[in-house]
């Protein structure tokens, strides 16, 4: 079982993880906090309000609201909590509440279902944030009350945590936040759900003993900003990528061809008899198939790139190559659609396995094929031009039983 690809690890670190890296080198190197702070004392509110102002453009009130958290906890513990690493009484309530509250917030946002920005879910949930300044500020004015006491209560020293300077619950809270949130990242992907866990892992730093104010400010903006690129990236991967197969989209073939010089070869390929697949097995079936394919193709070889052309069509594209050194991977590719198959399942099979399977239940398995049509063009040739060569040889291959490929 082949393990996370480049692609994936890309997809996790990028942009979010990359832009919380780069602020902790900075943070290490000692380059910005006890400058940028002083010379420009406005770039945490641009960098806050430029990130929400991305997630209301592309619809993602999950990110606003982080962002918001983001900022309050900052702000919070710039007034209530200054240099938060020598704190007593009110100000450590302060601290140990915000330190507990913010990883929590993250991680209940990320899991929420994005809605509409004007409604009652936002206004209950900007609420509910904004509820949290008075309780904590009651708390600090409070210390010595039941609540203050438990979420101010550390390991005790001399055990294996007794060093963190964070107390019980907020280590808690970020553990589980940052688990989650990984599970979250794991199971569905997408840069948005990335930039909450990078999130997370910032106010972690922010939070961390030794950090100073001015850095626990740069570590809260970070976080934000890796949400605000994460909503570009994730607008980004819409517009050109195929949510059904995962194969780059028709736009980004458009922007790939454009940017052709070289010699290429194009394959187009389209799967024989689809809409028989639809008709008869229903629609379900028929994505599935298209997946299979896509699956296969996405694992072509000669350092050719598959993409989503439309419907049942997909291109390949060679740069660099000639139809005959294109051709050997397209027809490993074929020859391996064909002897895969789909395995249909029972309309009457459960979705768990039962205990005894039922006897007589049989499998059905459908063949599936695909005909290519593959192109070649010359340096300087219009790579639309070797596009529409490769649909025509397409349909040659059609017209000549299917399940083949011509040129």
Same mark, same amino acid.
């Given at each position: ?84 690493? #020598? !704190?007593?009484? =009110?100000?450590?309530? /302060?601290?140990?509440?915000? $330190?507990?509250?913010?990883?929590? *917030? %993250?991680?209940? @946002? ?113 976080? #934000? !900003?890796?949400? =605000?690129?994460?909503? /570009?990236?994730?607008?980004? $991967?819409?517009?050109?990528?195929? *949510? %059904?197969?995962? @194969? ?113 239940? #049989? ?6 094929? /695909?005909?290519?049509?593959? $192109? ?32």
């Amino acid at each position: 079982m082949k393990g996370p690809g480049w692609r994936t690890w890309a997809a996790l670190i990028l942009p979010s993880g990359l832009v919380v890296a780069l602020c902790a080198g900075l943070v290490t190197a000692g380059v910005l906090p006890g400058t940028l702070p002083g010379s420009a004392p406005w770039y945490p509110y641009v960098i806050w309000i430029s990130s929400a102002l991305l997630a209301w453009r592309f619809n993602r009130p999950r990110v606003i609201f982080a962002v918001l958290a983001l900022a309050l906890a900052d702000r919070l513990l710039l007034a209530f909590a200054p240099g938060s690493q #020598a !704190l007593s009484g =009110g100000g450590r309530i /302060v601290f140990d509440a915000t $330190a507990f509250l913010l990883p929590s *917030d %993250l991680a209940i @946002l990320a899991f929420l279902r994005e809605r509409g920005l004007v409604s009652r879910w936002t206004a209950a949930v900007v609420g509910a944030l904004l509820a949290q300044i008075p309780a904590v500020f009651l708390l600090g004015s409070a210390p010595d009350c039941r609540m203050a006491a438990a979420l101010s209560h550390r390991f005790p020293e001399g055990s294996p945590l007794g060093s963190l300077a964070l107390p019980t619950p907020a280590v808690a809270a970020f553990a589980l936040a940052i688990t989650a949130l990984a599970v979250l990242v794991a199971a569905r992907r997408g840069a948005v759900n990335a930039g909450f866990l990078w999130a997370a892992v910032a106010a972690l730093l922010a939070l961390a003993p030794g950090t100073p104010d001015s850095a626990s400010t740069l570590y809260l903006a970070a976080g #934000a !900003l890796g949400l =605000g690129l994460s909503v /570009v990236e994730a607008g980004h $991967a819409m517009a050109f990528k195929d *949510d %059904l197969t995962g @194969l780059a989209a028709r736009r980004a073939l458009n922007e790939t061809l454009d940017r052709m010089e070289g010699p290429l070869a194009v394959a187009m390929v389209d799967v024989d008899h689809f809409k028989t697949f639809n008709d008869r097995y229903g629609h379900d079936v028929g994505d599935q198939v298209l997946k299979l394919v896509a699956a296969r193709l996405a694992e072509v070889g000669g350092g050719g790139t598959a993409y989503r052309y439309g419907g049942e069509e997909f291109a390949v594209i060679f740069p660099g190559s000639a139809a005959r050194d294109a051709a050997p991977h397209l027809e490993t590719v074929r020859r391996a659609i064909a002897e895969s198959g789909l395995t249909l399942r029972a309309q009457d099979r459960p979705e768990a396995k039962p205990a005894r399977p039922k006897a007589g239940r #049989a499998k059905r398995r459908v063949s599936v094929t /695909v005909s290519v049509g593959l $192109a070649e063009g010359a340096a300087g040739a219009d790579p639309k031009a070797v596009l529409q060569a490769s649909d025509r040889a397409l349909y040659r291959a059609k017209e000549q039983g299917r399940n083949r490929l011509c040129r």
